[in-house]
């Protein structure tokens, strides 16, 4: 167990709709950075959080948008659902200076 | 920009066969390695890392990997797989300073066959 939650582990939806996936941190983490793993891409790097503040993006689309709140956990909003959008979508959490992430176990999406 | 090959896609090795996963990695910079593991449905597990120090680093389950900083390869080893072994592994770089996304190579799976 890495310490890292996320939630839920399933998801389900159609096209063109809206989801929001959480993540809680590690104890005492202040960094969250999502991921997405999918088949024809790989694991790719979407966004990062640093106590609340957005550090870096990579990736992701303008359908999507995260955020990090003040008790530090984090959500990813997907918007307008395309089938392409169906991936395992990962959320890690660091210790400042740390250089190691720490994964949860994942939001598995699917969009039907 | 980082980038990282695994050179393999697939390896296939009997039990109690020794094993290596090959990674090559490119970046202009300084950088920290890691081997993720991620067993059949289920998340990335942290296997090994690589921040600073000696170039060989033990991990978890009996692995091992060694920092080749002239080859740029950081390949993963065991002497002797079990069944349990059996999963995809990932092979990722980040930089030491800066925004540290990890880039990830695209992933071994090491099948074990009894």
């Known amino acids: 167990d890495s310490g890292v939650t996320q939630t839920p582990k399933h998801l389900i939806t159609a096209t063109g709709q809206r989801v929001t996936l959480r993540c809680s941190p590690r104890?005492?983490?202040?960094?969250v950075y999502w991921y997405q793993q999918s088949l024809d891409q790989g694991l790719q790097f979407l966004i990062h959080?640093?106590?609340?503040?957005?550090?870096a993006k990579g990736n992701i689309l303008e359908r999507f948008s995260a955020q990090q709140f003040p008790d530090l956990h984090s959500e990813l909003n997907l918007s307008s659902l395309e089938l392409g959008d169906s991936a395992l979508y990962f959320c890690?959490?660091?210790?400042?200076?740390?250089?190691?992430?720490?994964f949860g176990p994942g939001t598995r999406l699917l969009v039907l | 920009a980082q980038s990282v090959t695994q050179l393999d896609s697939q390896v296939p090795v009997f039990e109690e066969a020794p094993v290596e996963l090959r990674c090559n990695y490119s970046?202009?910079?300084?950088?920290?390695l890691f081997w993720y593991v991620q067993y059949p449905n289920q998340g990335l597990q942290l296997l090994l890392k690589?921040?600073?120090?000696?170039?060989l680093v033990k991990g978890i389950n009996g692995f091992e990997a060694e920092f080749n900083k002239s080859q740029t390869s950081f390949h993963l080893r065991k002497p002797s797989v079990h069944i349990s072994d059996t999963a995809e592994y990932f092979c990722?770089?980040?930089?030491?300073?800066?925004?540290?996304?990890?880039?990830f190579g695209q992933g071994t799976r090491l099948t074990i066959n009894p």
């Open positions: 890690a959490s660091s210790s400042t200076g740390s250089g190691t992430q720490y």
């Open positions: 104890s005492g983490d202040l960094s």
């Open positions: 959080y640093y106590n609340g503040e957005e550090r």
């Open positions: 970046s202009s910079v300084s950088v920290y």
């Open positions: 690589y921040l600073s120090g000696s170039t």
């Open positions: 990722a770089v980040t930089v030491i300073q800066g925004a540290q996304k990890l880039v």
